[in-house]
């Protein structure tokens, strides 16, 4: 009688766990910076283009257009990835080759030797999103790749949440703090901590999920926890009329807690169902292609990313958004600084992409005869036959749309924003809380339709276990 491991049901270690959770914790070290604070960046130290004034809708039109080079590079880095082994692995291959040539573009785009060249900026993000996908794609598919266990997988994408919100923490709340050290500022606490906030509750919350779960069902744990949000983004939102938010700034805290509590678990949980999609697809065409699901989830995120990354932009273009003076900005705005702060994380990133590497056991992929007709249409035709991805699909759009808004517009909501005139204010707060709020609640109706259950999934792995007995 063939074992369970024998069948690709395989138990890890902790250390193989934390391995793989590294490389999430890398990216982001690396991409949350970019994601978080190039906008802040491009308006208020590297005024794009030269015109405060203009700053903002040059930046936002600029996301928009490398979103759109994603759509057409995310499909063939897929491809490419399913059809070819490297020596060193499959898909793990692929966090040193890529990541050695994404550190050294992420530095480079918090550099203005070219100040305020359009022209450079969109060659800086443009190959940094290219070499991020280069490393995401494939990462992706390396959940599924390490076991076929339900139960392993379930713990492998709370350990990689988890280790992500580690990043996240260390962005959001470390950026700002490094950044004024740098620049030999008084340490901006309060906005640190607001935007530490924004990563804390998965130290609490990430770790309960697989219990969460068992006990109140897969979808009424996101029903739960995207509710958890908007009530959050509510409370914020009202806080932040009443007074300054520096006088109600333990409210402001609390809100920022319950709203982050509601995020980090409903929108981290989501990719444990990326594995699930792939199993269907093997169980529907006889193909494992992870490296084309992966692709296309790739390409969902960046949709979601490329709306959440327009809109903040042209938000702030839209109440006529200029910088504050120096002395009334909470951030630093020296460009010595931020370029420092950057290098750092980029290389503490690039080590940790190195550990993901050296801990990552390849162990259930196609051979070559398996994926050699594999296809860019490949991609296509799954996404039209496979329905729980098109489920997938639309809510990744509407979860990244929501995070990257709120993201990139927590610098301004905690950078003195009351110095500003009250129509920029009010657009800084329908970005922080309004517009994500929304898109929560057409998420929630998303999910909703999303079938398959964990008896489904299990059934599922065993008939392909059977199949190839």
Known sequence: MESNESKGFYKLSWLQRIGFGAGDLAQNLIYQTICMYLLFFYTDVYILGGDAAKSAGLASTMFLVVRLVDVLWDPL?????????????????????????????????????????????????????????????????????????????????????????????????????????????????????????????????????????????????????????????????????????????????????????????????????????????????????????????????????????????????????????????????????????MLIFSLVGLALLIFCFSQTKERVVMDDSETKNVKVSDLWTEFLRNRPLRIIALFFITAFAMMSVGNAAGAYFMNNMEVLSPTVQEGIRWLVCVIPALLLVLAMFIISKYELTDEVIDKINQEIEARQK
């Open 77 to 341: 880095v897929g491809t490419f990835v399913d059809k070819h082994n490297p020596r060193l692995g499959k898909y793990r291959s692929y966090l040193v080759m890529g990541g050695i040539p994404l550190t050294i573009l992420a530095i480079l785009c918090f550099w203005d030797g070219f100040k305020p060249s359009i022209l450079y900026a969109y060659i800086t993000y443009v190959g940094m999103s290219m070499l991020y996908t280069l490393i995401n794609v494939p990462y992706g598919a390396l959940n599924s790749s390490l076991t076929r266990d339900t139960d392993e997988i379930t713990i492998l994408t709370s350990v990689r949440m988890f280790m992500a919100n580690v990043g996240g923490l260390c962005v959001s709340a470390g950026v700002p703090l490094l950044v004024a050290v740098l620049a030999s500022k008084d340490l901006p606490w309060e906005m640190a901590a607001f935007m530490g906030l924004g990563s804390l509750p998965s130290f609490i919350f990430m770790p309960m999920v697989p219990a969460i779960k068992k006990k109140v069902g897969k979808k009424n744990m996101f029903y739960i926890f995207l509710s958890v949000a908007i009530l959050g983004m509510a409370m914020l939102y009202v806080i932040s009329h009443i007074g300054t938010v520096s006088e109600n700034i333990v409210w402001v805290y609390i809100a920022q807690f319950i709203k982050s509590t509601g995020v980090i678990v409903a929108t981290g949980y989501m990719w444990a169902l990326i594995p699930e999609v792939i199993s269907y697809g093997e169980y529907t065409t006889g193909r494992r292609i992870s490296g084309i699901v992966n692709a296309l989830t790739g390409i969902f995120f960046k949709a979601g990313m490329a709306l959440g990354g327009v809109v903040p932009g042209f938000v702030l273009w839209l109440v006529n958004y200029t910088p504050a003076e120096d002395s009334a900005s909470t951030l630093p705005k020296d460009s010595h600084a931020w370029f420092l702060t």
